[in-house]
T-cell receptor, first 116, second 110 residues
């Protein structure tokens, strides 16, 4: 069984469209994340959720709206897509919130978004 | 959060030991040092984590000097499949914010 899964794996769309990426983890973790990896391969955190509550929002445009219906899911909805949104988006999860623990993050396979 | 500095890229040959050093001069008392590996078209994968001295697992060793201002990831006898980007991260575990640097691209040649 895949620990962290994302759908779709590839997403090609036109500028101005709205799209969603889904993420699910079956590890029983409390914390989930979204990262963006651009063409230069820099991996930047976008959001962190702990127990369905938003913890970190790294100055991401309002067009990006994460939704966590339960602890196992963190979906990413993007409105009015722009060319600069083209990137690979990774979802991750970790136990989280346990200071001093080995809070390993487990990443999904990524979703390659191409905005035309 | 402590900033990390790593070499942009390294080359090696199969069977060699590879050491990748990461500088983190502003590491805080509660910070741990964590290394991730990322293959093309995949998400990063945890390799090893340590606080001080030496940590070893089945994949790698992590050497951390007493002042903790740097750390060295050691990969014994690399193979072609070790070609990947290796990220050094410094932060407090249990925190919700993780900063990935540019990473080190390791090329292993036959």
């Amino acid at each position: 069984d895949t620990a962290v899964s994302q759908t779709p794996k590839y997403l090609v769309t036109q500028m101005g469209n709205d799209k969603s990426i889904k993420c699910e983890q079956n590890l029983g973790h409390d914390t989930m994340y979204w990262y963006k990896q651009d063409s230069k391969k820099f991996l930047k955190i976008m959001f962190s959720y702990n127990n369905k509550e938003l913890i970190i929002n790294e100055t991401v445009p309002n067009r990006f709206s994460p939704k966590s219906p339960d602890k196992a899911h963190l979906n990413l909805h993007i409105n009015s897509l722009e060319l600069g949104d083209s990137a690979v988006y990774f979802c991750a999860s970790s136990q989280g919130g346990l200071a001093g623990s080995t809070d390993t993050q487990y990443f999904g396979p990524g979703t390659r978004l191409t905005v035309l | 959060l402590a900033k990390t500095t790593q070499p942009i890229s390294m080359d090696s040959y199969e069977g060699q030991e590879v050491n990748i050093t990461c500088s983190h001069n502003n590491i805080a008392t509660n910070d741990y040092i964590t290394w991730y590996q990322q293959f093309p078209s995949q998400g990063p994968r945890f390799i090893i984590q340590g606080y001080k001295t030496k940590v070893t697992n089945e994949v790698a060793s992590l050497f951390i000097p007493a002042d903790r201002k740097s750390s060295t990831l050691s990969l014994p006898r690399v193979s072609l499949s070790d070609t990947a980007v290796y990220y050094c991260l410094v932060g407090e575990t249990g925190g919700f914010k993780t900063i990935f640097g540019a990473g080190t691209r390791l090329f292993v040649k036959a």
